[in-house]
């Protein structure tokens, strides 16, 4: 394999290059758009959302701030990814084996996988928890989820499955309809926002909890090999952060608008309310919005996070072994062209299914996992950093205040992720 250090370097953009006219500017930022948005709105899971409502219930608007807060964290996080798949034109386990060497890769990968089971378990019961609310069975949600997810990305090309993930993800948006109807108080947010109980363990552990919900291994691996796949060049780097920061803002508002939805309402009636499934929040939340509207509303958003996720979350397993092993791996070959990379999403999506389909009860460990995402933090953003020192090429390497800023923003994330994580847990004194 290549020394890092030998590689050749790409050039950087040029700033003398002369800007293209408006709508060249315009259809060249639609053209490089996609790659962070999707990723974005997949971070924005069934996991994620009933993190941020029990969050909500549990602690009012007190755990409001640590979204905002985490927005510019998971914008340097995923620049990093950019910046990598970019300059290298290569995915993040490949970056990996080539600078490491192999063992590191596997690890790397091993995390990869722990975090991809776990986030497949909650999306697909987050999609029979829809289905229940209009009495459909399992038996009929799994397995019309799961075709509909292979009939996306079977078809052989980046772009159809960047416009599906995203159309599906859109229907987040729902959660802005739902914050809004709840009515909050405005002056009661703000009181609360202000309150942070770092010594209670439980208010620490939500905090992980939340961080877990926003940096998780398979957005890395994602967005690095999707701009490697979408091939983005060094002139690309702007639109591509752009994409990149529209996605992290919009991501962390939808958590804020669960969080306020669910303080407002289920909060200010059952401060002690145990949130696991999305059956329980849905049902909550209908007092408040009415059965129908609640319903449709809380459901379409739930199937629009759980379905993104699911698609996100495979294909960055299928992409990432596929890096670290070296078979053939690219949206652009057709599935008998690429069989392993293909059969592992496929694999993927029937195993999650089946799985769901048989313990339905797995939903409940949405908080769990989340905490998980948080406890891999060192080893996720450990890679990032030391990929960004030793792989990048010299013009693209990180340098001075800003990769002081990545590194005391990286180590502060890990340590509350990590200290709430266990303390929460009741596993440290």
């Known amino acids: 394999m290549p020394d890092a250090d030998n590689m050749t370097p790409l050039a950087a953009p040029s700033p003398a290059a002369l800007p293209p006219p408006r709508s060249r500017r315009l259809a060249h930022f639609l053209a490089v758009f996609g790659p962070g948005l999707v990723v974005m709105l997949a ?7 009933i993190t941020a409502g029990q969050s909500g219930v549990q602690w009012g608007s007190r755990l409001l701030a640590v979204q905002f807060v985490l927005m510019p964290i998971l914008y340097l996080v995923q620049e990093l990814t950019v ?6 034109g290569r995915g993040h386990g490949e970056l990996i084996r080539d600078t490491f060497g192999p063992f590191w890769a596997w690890v790397s990968a091993a995390g990869l996988g722990i975090a991809t089971v776990g986030a497949l378990l909650t999306e697909f019961s987050g999609v029979a928890g829809v ?21 996306v990305v079977l078809t052989g090309s980046y772009r159809r499955v960047e416009r599906a993930a995203i159309a599906v993800g859109l229907f987040e948006l729902a959660f802005f309809f739902v914050a809004w109807a709840a009515h909050p108080d405005p002056h009661a947010l703000a009181v609360g926002t202000v309150q942070i109980p770092l010594t209670n363990p439980d208010y620490v552990y939500l905090v992980a909890a939340n961080i877990g919900a926003v940096i998780m291994p398979w957005m890395v691996f994602y967005q690095q090999s999707a701009v490697a796949d979408k091939r983005l060049k060094p002139e690309h780097f702007t639109a591509a952060r752009w994409d990149t920061a529209v996605g992290a803002v919009v991501t962390q508002l939808v958590m804020a608008a669960v969080l306020i939805a669910c303080a407002a309402t289920i909060g200010r009636a059952h401060p002690n309310a145990a949130l696991n499934t999305v059956g329980e929040m849905a049902g909550a939340l209908t007092p408040f919005l009415g059965t129908t509207m609640g319903n449709a509303v809380f459901g379409a958003g739930v199937l629009g996070a759980g379905m993104v996720a699911a698609i996100v979350a495979s294909l960055a397993l299928a992409w990432g072994l596929g890096e670290v092993t070296g078979y053939r791996r690219s949206l652009e070959y057709r599935p008998l062209q690429a069989r392993w990379f293909y059969g592992v999403y496929a694999a993927c999506v029937i195993g999650g299914a089946v799985f769901v389909g048989f313990w339905p009860d797995l939903v409940a460990l949405n908080v769990g996992v989340q905490v998980m995402n948080a406890l891999l933090l060192p080893l996720v953003l450990g890679f990032l950093i030391a990929l960004a020192r030793r792989a990048l090429p010299p013009a693209w390497r990180l340098r001075g205040w800003y990769y002081a800023v990545v590194v005391v923003v990286a180590t502060v994330t890990c340590a509350l992720g990590v200290f709430g994580g266990f303390s929460g847990a009741g596993l440290l004194g």
């Open 131 to 151: 289905g229940a609310l209009y009495g459909l069975p399992r038996g009929l949600t799994l397995p019309i989820a799961a075709a509909a997810l292979l009939a």
């Open 43 to 49: 971070d924005t899971d069934v996991g994620s959302v």
């Open 83 to 88: 910046r990598l798949g970019i300059a290298t």
